[in-house]
Protein backbone atom coordinates (compact mmCIF):
# COMPACT_ATOMS: atom_id res chain seq x y z
CA UNK A 1 0.00 0.00 0.00
CA UNK A 2 0.93 3.47 -0.13
CA UNK A 3 3.03 5.08 2.26
CA UNK A 4 2.40 8.25 4.15
CA UNK A 5 5.05 9.14 6.38
CA UNK A 6 4.77 12.21 9.35
CA UNK A 7 7.42 14.66 11.47
CA UNK A 8 7.97 14.29 13.62
CA UNK A 9 6.61 11.45 15.53
CA UNK A 10 6.68 13.42 19.08
CA UNK A 11 7.50 16.27 19.79
CA UNK A 12 7.68 18.14 23.60
CA UNK A 13 7.19 21.79 23.60
CA UNK A 14 6.41 24.89 26.34
CA UNK A 15 2.68 26.17 26.60
CA UNK A 16 2.80 29.14 24.21
CA UNK A 17 5.19 27.99 21.50
CA UNK A 18 4.26 26.93 18.24
CA UNK A 19 4.62 23.43 16.36
CA UNK A 20 4.57 22.42 13.00
CA UNK A 21 3.56 18.59 12.09
CA UNK A 22 4.61 17.35 8.81
CA UNK A 23 2.52 14.86 6.51
CA UNK A 24 4.47 13.35 3.42
CA UNK A 25 3.09 10.73 0.67
CA UNK A 26 6.23 9.17 -0.25
CA UNK A 27 5.36 7.34 -3.30
CA UNK A 28 1.88 8.55 -4.51
CA UNK A 29 0.31 12.40 -5.26
CA UNK A 30 -1.95 13.27 -2.55
CA UNK A 31 -4.28 15.91 -3.87
CA UNK A 32 -6.14 15.58 -0.55
CA UNK A 33 -4.88 15.20 2.55
CA UNK A 34 -7.17 14.93 5.76
CA UNK A 35 -5.79 15.69 9.83
CA UNK A 36 -7.07 13.91 12.95
CA UNK A 37 -6.61 14.36 16.46
CA UNK A 38 -6.85 11.42 18.94
CA UNK A 39 -7.45 11.16 22.22
CA UNK A 40 -5.86 9.02 24.95
CA UNK A 41 -8.33 5.58 24.64
CA UNK A 42 -10.83 7.49 22.27
CA UNK A 43 -11.41 7.72 18.21
CA UNK A 44 -10.15 9.91 15.40
CA UNK A 45 -11.59 13.12 15.04
CA UNK A 46 -11.06 15.09 11.69
CA UNK A 47 -9.92 18.54 11.88
CA UNK A 48 -9.83 19.51 8.75
CA UNK A 49 -9.66 18.78 4.90
CA UNK A 50 -6.93 20.07 2.59
CA UNK A 51 -6.54 19.76 -0.88
CA UNK A 52 -3.53 20.48 -2.56
CA UNK A 53 -3.17 24.70 -3.70
CA UNK A 54 -6.41 25.59 -1.40
CA UNK A 55 -7.78 26.08 1.72
CA UNK A 56 -8.45 23.82 4.02
CA UNK A 57 -11.75 22.88 5.15
CA UNK A 58 -12.01 23.06 9.30
CA UNK A 59 -14.55 20.71 10.93
CA UNK A 60 -17.28 22.28 13.56
CA UNK A 61 -15.43 23.39 16.62
CA UNK A 62 -11.98 23.50 15.15
CA UNK A 63 -10.22 26.51 15.30
CA UNK A 64 -8.54 27.89 12.31
CA UNK A 65 -6.39 30.52 13.30
CA UNK A 66 -4.85 27.93 16.30
CA UNK A 67 -4.46 24.89 13.92
CA UNK A 68 -2.93 26.20 10.20
CA UNK A 69 -3.15 23.74 7.59
CA UNK A 70 -0.97 24.22 4.60
CA UNK A 71 -1.15 22.43 1.56
CA UNK A 72 1.28 23.28 -0.68
CA UNK A 73 2.33 20.85 -2.63
CA UNK A 74 0.67 17.33 -3.96
CA UNK A 75 2.92 15.51 -1.52
CA UNK A 76 3.32 17.59 1.55
CA UNK A 77 0.88 19.02 3.85
CA UNK A 78 1.77 20.88 7.15
CA UNK A 79 -0.42 21.51 10.32
CA UNK A 80 1.09 24.07 12.91
CA UNK A 81 -0.63 24.17 16.20
CA UNK A 82 0.26 27.90 17.39
CA UNK A 83 -0.19 28.91 21.47
CA UNK A 84 0.32 25.60 21.72
CA UNK A 85 -1.50 25.22 25.62
CA UNK A 86 -1.24 21.72 27.79
CA UNK A 87 -4.96 21.01 26.17
CA UNK A 88 -3.60 20.57 22.76
CA UNK A 89 -1.84 17.54 24.24
CA UNK A 90 -2.67 14.81 21.90
CA UNK A 91 -1.72 12.72 19.10
CA UNK A 92 -2.14 14.03 15.70
CA UNK A 93 -2.49 11.87 12.67
CA UNK A 94 -2.86 12.56 8.96
CA UNK A 95 -3.85 10.58 6.15
CA UNK A 96 -3.75 11.06 2.37
CA UNK A 97 -5.75 10.24 -0.56
CA UNK A 98 -4.91 10.59 -4.38
CA UNK A 99 -5.99 9.26 -7.69
CA UNK A 100 -9.60 7.71 -8.62
CA UNK A 101 -10.01 6.03 -5.10
CA UNK A 102 -11.26 7.38 -1.82
CA UNK A 103 -8.63 5.32 0.04
CA UNK A 104 -6.87 6.96 2.88
CA UNK A 105 -3.31 5.96 3.62
CA UNK A 106 -2.38 6.85 7.22
CA UNK A 107 0.38 8.67 8.70
CA UNK A 108 2.07 6.85 11.90
CA UNK A 109 0.81 9.42 14.09
CA UNK A 110 2.66 12.77 16.21
CA UNK A 111 2.84 12.51 19.92
CA UNK A 112 2.34 15.98 20.89
CA UNK A 113 2.99 16.69 24.71
CA UNK A 114 2.60 20.71 25.65
CA UNK A 115 4.10 21.39 29.02
CA UNK B 1 -24.56 14.65 11.40
CA UNK B 2 -23.85 11.75 10.49
CA UNK B 3 -22.70 9.15 13.64
CA UNK B 4 -21.27 5.83 13.70
CA UNK B 5 -21.90 3.81 17.17
CA UNK B 6 -19.72 1.43 17.89
CA UNK B 7 -19.65 -1.01 20.48
CA UNK B 8 -18.60 -2.34 22.46
CA UNK B 9 -16.16 0.16 23.99
CA UNK B 10 -14.22 -1.79 25.83
CA UNK B 11 -13.79 -5.98 25.75
CA UNK B 12 -11.34 -8.29 27.83
CA UNK B 13 -11.58 -11.77 26.91
CA UNK B 14 -9.18 -15.09 27.03
CA UNK B 15 -7.78 -16.34 24.04
CA UNK B 16 -9.45 -18.81 22.30
CA UNK B 17 -12.90 -17.28 22.69
CA UNK B 18 -15.05 -15.28 19.66
CA UNK B 19 -16.41 -12.11 19.74
CA UNK B 20 -18.02 -9.73 17.64
CA UNK B 21 -18.19 -6.22 17.39
CA UNK B 22 -20.89 -3.73 16.20
CA UNK B 23 -21.37 -0.75 13.97
CA UNK B 24 -24.43 1.06 13.81
CA UNK B 25 -25.81 4.79 12.22
CA UNK B 26 -29.29 5.70 10.98
CA UNK B 27 -27.38 6.67 8.03
CA UNK B 28 -26.10 5.42 4.70
CA UNK B 29 -22.38 5.29 3.77
CA UNK B 30 -21.04 4.60 0.31
CA UNK B 31 -18.68 2.28 1.77
CA UNK B 32 -17.26 1.03 5.22
CA UNK B 33 -13.83 0.28 6.31
CA UNK B 34 -12.35 -1.62 9.37
CA UNK B 35 -8.88 -0.45 11.20
CA UNK B 36 -6.82 -1.90 13.57
CA UNK B 37 -5.01 0.57 15.86
CA UNK B 38 -1.87 -0.32 18.08
CA UNK B 39 -0.72 2.16 20.78
CA UNK B 40 1.50 5.06 19.43
CA UNK B 41 0.87 4.29 15.70
CA UNK B 42 -1.58 5.35 12.90
CA UNK B 43 -4.65 2.72 11.80
CA UNK B 44 -4.08 0.37 9.39
CA UNK B 45 -6.79 -0.69 7.27
CA UNK B 46 -7.94 -3.75 7.55
CA UNK B 47 -11.26 -4.20 4.97
CA UNK B 48 -13.51 -2.16 2.78
CA UNK B 49 -17.15 -3.29 2.06
CA UNK B 50 -19.02 -1.74 -0.30
CA UNK B 51 -22.38 -3.79 -0.99
CA UNK B 52 -25.39 -3.68 1.23
CA UNK B 53 -25.05 -7.69 2.33
CA UNK B 54 -21.27 -8.28 1.38
CA UNK B 55 -19.08 -10.84 3.73
CA UNK B 56 -15.47 -10.81 3.49
CA UNK B 57 -13.58 -12.95 5.68
CA UNK B 58 -9.68 -12.41 6.64
CA UNK B 59 -8.02 -15.54 7.88
CA UNK B 60 -10.32 -14.98 11.80
CA UNK B 61 -11.60 -12.15 11.05
CA UNK B 62 -15.62 -11.88 9.42
CA UNK B 63 -16.81 -8.64 7.97
CA UNK B 64 -20.51 -7.71 7.60
CA UNK B 65 -21.69 -5.20 5.74
CA UNK B 66 -25.96 -4.23 6.19
CA UNK B 67 -28.35 -5.17 3.53
CA UNK B 68 -28.68 -1.11 4.16
CA UNK B 69 -25.66 -0.57 4.00
CA UNK B 70 -26.08 1.54 7.62
CA UNK B 71 -24.38 -0.85 10.07
CA UNK B 72 -21.12 -3.57 9.95
CA UNK B 73 -20.19 -6.13 12.33
CA UNK B 74 -16.66 -7.95 12.78
CA UNK B 75 -16.34 -11.07 13.91
CA UNK B 76 -13.02 -12.61 15.06
CA UNK B 77 -12.99 -17.00 15.77
CA UNK B 78 -10.76 -18.22 18.15
CA UNK B 79 -8.93 -14.79 19.51
CA UNK B 80 -5.34 -14.56 20.01
CA UNK B 81 -3.52 -12.25 22.37
CA UNK B 82 -1.94 -11.13 18.81
CA UNK B 83 -5.12 -9.54 17.93
CA UNK B 84 -4.86 -7.34 20.92
CA UNK B 85 -5.78 -3.58 19.59
CA UNK B 86 -8.14 -0.67 19.63
CA UNK B 87 -10.81 -1.70 16.40
CA UNK B 88 -12.32 1.41 14.71
CA UNK B 89 -14.85 1.35 12.14
CA UNK B 90 -15.06 4.09 9.53
CA UNK B 91 -18.20 5.29 6.84
CA UNK B 92 -17.20 6.92 3.84
CA UNK B 93 -19.44 10.09 3.50
CA UNK B 94 -19.33 12.43 0.68
CA UNK B 95 -16.61 14.55 -0.45
CA UNK B 96 -14.00 11.50 0.32
CA UNK B 97 -14.08 12.13 4.62
CA UNK B 98 -14.30 9.49 6.92
CA UNK B 99 -16.69 9.25 10.30
CA UNK B 100 -14.94 7.07 12.64
CA UNK B 101 -17.03 5.31 15.25
CA UNK B 102 -15.87 5.52 19.18
CA UNK B 103 -13.67 2.25 18.60
CA UNK B 104 -13.59 -1.07 20.86
CA UNK B 105 -10.61 -1.67 22.76
CA UNK B 106 -9.64 -5.09 22.68
CA UNK B 107 -7.87 -7.15 25.09
CA UNK B 108 -6.97 -10.83 24.71
CA UNK B 109 -5.02 -12.55 27.48
CA UNK B 110 -3.03 -15.64 27.30
Known amino acids: GAVVSQHPSRVICKSGTSVKIECRSL??????MFWYRQFPKQSLMLMAT?????????EQGVEKDKFLINHASLTLSTLTVTSAHPEDSSFYIC???????????FGPGTRLTVL | TQLLEQSPQFLSIQEGENLTVYCNSS?????LQWYRQEPGEGPVLLVT?????EVKKLKRLTFQFGDARKDSSLHITAAQPGDTGLYLC??????????FGQGTELSVKP
Open chain 1, 95 to 105: SAAGGTTDTQY
Open chain 1, 27 to 32: DFQATT
Open chain 1, 50 to 58: SNEGSKATY
Open chain 2, 27 to 31: SVFSS
Open chain 2, 49 to 53: VVTGG
Open chain 2, 90 to 99: AGLVPGGKLI
